[in-house]
């Protein structure tokens, strides 16, 4: 197993993207800290890593408290003694365009999606360099890379920030042997997105701008996630790795 012996903290790792990756991890050996504002699911989903034979726990993290990434971090601290993975998932998208936008929904999304992992990364460096470096990964979207057609000027905004979030920790942090790495997948079927993809016009627009002419799995995003935090990924640093069949290609 490439992850025997580290330990990860997965943000808004209840449902969709991020249990996938808290499952990936823990099938290669990490204990998982799973973190998220939902306790029911995400307890849930620790049961059901635990039953695979994995190391998890739950902890209720809002990722736009600073007071909550310093207990969640203690509560790792006590539970393993160590962190060597951080993976900022958490993200939310209000879907609004910018002639409607309203301030209070901006701010909502900014700290989610950037404070969040902002904090994360904050309060996750000193304890990665205690244990000699880590790895971080960010999930981005390819609405990071370009400017999406179909996704709100806001969503969009908060992407590009963690894209740049990403570089800037890579260079700056990399003499410590910490790498920080983003994925930034294409549409992917999830609690975030389902609604809108019942509108058959929406999903023909989705599927139709991909070239591998599907949408990305959970699966997908997880394996590129665990690729960069394993051994296998150990000279990939400040990479922006979109999983989106080509769309960013065009
Ligand atoms: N689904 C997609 O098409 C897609 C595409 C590209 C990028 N992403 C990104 O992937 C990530 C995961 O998205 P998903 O599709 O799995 O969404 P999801 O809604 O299924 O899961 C997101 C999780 O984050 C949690 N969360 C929200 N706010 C939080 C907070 N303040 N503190 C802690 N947890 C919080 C939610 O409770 C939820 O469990 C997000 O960052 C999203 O922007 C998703």
Redesign the pocket.
């Known amino acids: 197993m490439k992850l025997n012996g580290k330990v990860a903290l997965v943000?808004?790792a209840?449902?969709?993207?991020?249990a996938g990756i808290a499952k990936a991890l823990c099938r290669e050996g990490a204990s998982v800290l799973v973190?998220?504002?939902?306790e029911q699911?995400g307890l849930e989903t620790v049961k059901e890593l635990t039953e695979l034979g994995g190391r998890a726990w739950f902890y209720k993290?809002?990722?736009?408290s600073e007071t909550n990434w310093k207990a969640a971090y203690t509560y790792v601290l006590e539970k393993t003694g160590r962190l060597d993975i951080l993976v900022n998932?958490?993200?939310?998208?209000i879907r609004q365009n910018i002639e409607e936008m309203t301030v209070e929904n901006l701010d909502t999304m900014l700290a989610?999606?950037v404070k969040?992992p902002f904090l994360g990364i904050k309060h996750a460096l000193p304890l990665l360099k205690k244990v000699g470096g880590g790895s971080i990964v960010n999930?981005a979207?390819?609405c990071g890379l370009v400017g999406h057609l179909y996704t709100s000027e806001a969503y969009t905004t908060t992407k590009g920030a963690v894209v740049q979030l990403t570089k800037s920790v890579a260079t700056r942090h990399a003499k410590y042997n910490v790498r920080c790495n983003a994925v930034a997948?294409?549409?992917?079927l999830?609690?975030?997105?389902e609604k809108f993809l019942e509108d058959p016009q929406r999903r023909a627009e989705r599927l139709g701008e991909v070239p591998l002419g599907r949408l990305a799995t959970i699966e997908d995003v997880a394996e590129a996630v665990l690729f960069l935090v394993s051994p296998q990924g150990a000279f990939i640093n400040g990479v922006i790795l979109p999983v989106d069949g080509g769309l960013t290609a065009y």
């Open positions: 943000t808004g209840a449902r969709g993207i991020g973190c998220d504002l939902l699911e993290l809002d990722v736009t998932n958490a993200g939310i998208s989610v999606n969040g999930i979207s390819i997948p294409s549409t992917v999830t609690g975030l997105t």
